[in-house]
């Protein structure tokens, strides 16, 4: 069975955890761009937007599940997400970009945006990737879609591990055997993938506003 989906799909915004760092997300990137290897982060405290001209994954879940952490009190946190996985992903024209409010000695609002994957032909590539969503807009292509599975029964690749405590494995979810998004605008709290390599990594910081992705 194929079916195709077009058009945005937007969920409810949810406020999250902890603080970000400026200087860690820069080390982060900058790792990444030497090659694959095992990614974890996240930005804390608040969400950070993606822009893509195109991402191609197989192997596609999508699942609801809880982010927890702290708020930006240092108080305990618990907040739905959506979450999208793919066994493996090419990602054109990738753009990320996250604010970084009222910083001290008078800077103010600095915006760090990051992009890769410029060349169409040499496209940002991760494996085992999990986005926790708050908000996606997109031109989406599924095929061999299945709707309304069960979360426990999605297959590869799989619930996102250390996250089987909090995912509810008779909850909603669908799975494809390829999906096609096109003119990706997500907004997100946390990007993980067991690889990710980011080819013409650009990185750069921006003080005041207009510089987000999208």
């Not at 409810?12 to 090659?35: C, E, Y």
């Not at 191609?56 to 999208?84: C, E, M, P, R, W």
Request: glycine share 10%; aromatic share 8%; proline share 4%.
């Amino acid at each position: 069975m194929s079916s195709q989906v077009r058009g945005g799909t937007r969920w409810k915004r949810f406020a999250l955890v902890m603080v970000p760092s400026v200087v860690a997300t820069a080390a982060v990137g900058v790792g990444l761009a030497q090659g694959a290897l095992a990614a974890s982060f996240s930005v804390s405290g608040q969400s950070f937007k993606v822009h893509a001209d195109k991402l191609v994954g197989h192997d596609f879940v999508q699942y609801g599940s809880i982010a927890t952490g702290k708020d930006l009190k240092g108080n305990d946190a618990a907040h739905a997400v959506a979450v999208s996985g793919f066994s493996d992903a090419t990602i054109t024209n990738m753009c990320q970009s996250v604010v970084t409010p009222n910083l001290p000695f008078g800077l103010g609002n600095v915006t760090l945006q990051l992009k890769a994957g410029t060349n169409p032909k040499n496209p940002v590539k991760a494996t085992n990737l999990y986005l926790d969503v708050a908000e996606l807009d997109t031109d989406a292509y599924f095929k061999n879609i299945d709707i309304g599975v069960a979360a426990g029964s999605v297959g590869k690749p799989g619930i996102q591990s250390g996250t089987e405590k909090v995912v509810n494995p008779n909850g909603f979810a669908q799975r494809a055997e390829t999906a096609v998004l096109k003119d990706v605008k997500q907004e997100a709290w946390a990007t993980t993938a067991g690889t990710f390599k980011l080819s013409n990594l650009s990185l750069r910081l921006y003080s005041g506003p207009g510089k987000e992705c999208y």
